[in-house]
């Protein structure tokens, strides 16, 4: 619900906005009535009363407006290359961050799975799962598209080719669906041919009454 404001706060907007940054109003405003507003709910309950300081309101990530005004020309205008320090700390050529690490470095990753390093490019492409590695080393091949390899016994650190079941999308939803990933290779792999046939099942059951 929003907030109900008194005529003698927007009065007193009114009289103060005029050339005074929002957090200079916003400060003024909260001393002047006891109050915590932040300085974007300032600026917002100015612009619903059609008030503005005078100052260009297109804001950065501090909510300071800026001043630059029509035809303002930069400082560094026609200065291509300028530096103002740093060169020091500046990258060279061939320079590793402190966090660098080599290929087939191994890490944990934000969903608990094992990843291992397999080059030096684009981040996004450096690192590979390590269970998909070990599948693709002992399968002769890359995982096909539309598919994911999961582990037979949900121990993501079980990496023995035998734990390592490659499914398709559509068969890990029924799993996931039917909680069928057990906690043994064996158990999981008679739920994946469980789960195909509810598929199967569902199937017929929409074709069926297509054809009503």
């Not at 932040?38 to 059609?50: F, Q, T």
């Not at 560094?76 to 290359?81: E, F, L, T, V």
């Not at 023995?160 to 990933?181: A, F, T």
Request: with cysteine; aromatic share 8%; glycine share 10%.
């Amino acid at each position: 619900m929003s907030r109900k404001y008194s005529q003698e706060q927007i009065d007193f907007i009114k009289a103060n906005i005029k050339g005074c940054l929002y957090r200079e109003l916003t400060d003024k405003f909260n001393k002047r009535f006891g109050m915590s507003l932040s300085i974007n709910k300032m600026y917002a309950l100015a612009s619903r009363n059609g008030l503005k300081n005078g100052c260009d309101c297109r804001f950065n990530k501090g909510y300071e407006p800026t001043y630059f005004k029509k035809g303002h020309v930069p400082w560094n205008k026609g200065k291509k290359g300028i530096c103002t320090g740093g060169k020091a700390t500046q990258f060279k050529p061939g320079h590793r961050p402190a966090n660098w690490m080599p290929i087939g470095s191994e890490r944990i990753n934000g969903d608990d799975y094992v990843d291992v390093k397999v080059q030096d490019g684009k981040k996004q492409r450096n690192w590979k799962g390590k269970h998909i590695l070990v599948w693709e080393k002992h399968n002769g091949r890359s995982v096909p598209p539309g598919h994911v390899v999961i582990f037979g016994d949900g121990n993501r650190r079980n990496f023995d080719p035998e734990n390592l079941i490659l499914v398709s999308r559509k068969q890990l939803v029924r799993l996931n669906q039917k909680k069928l990933i057990q906690g043994d290779a064996e158990l999981t792999k008679t739920g994946i041919v469980v789960a195909d046939i509810h598929s199967r099942l569902g199937e017929l059951r929409r074709l069926e009454k297509s054809a009503r």
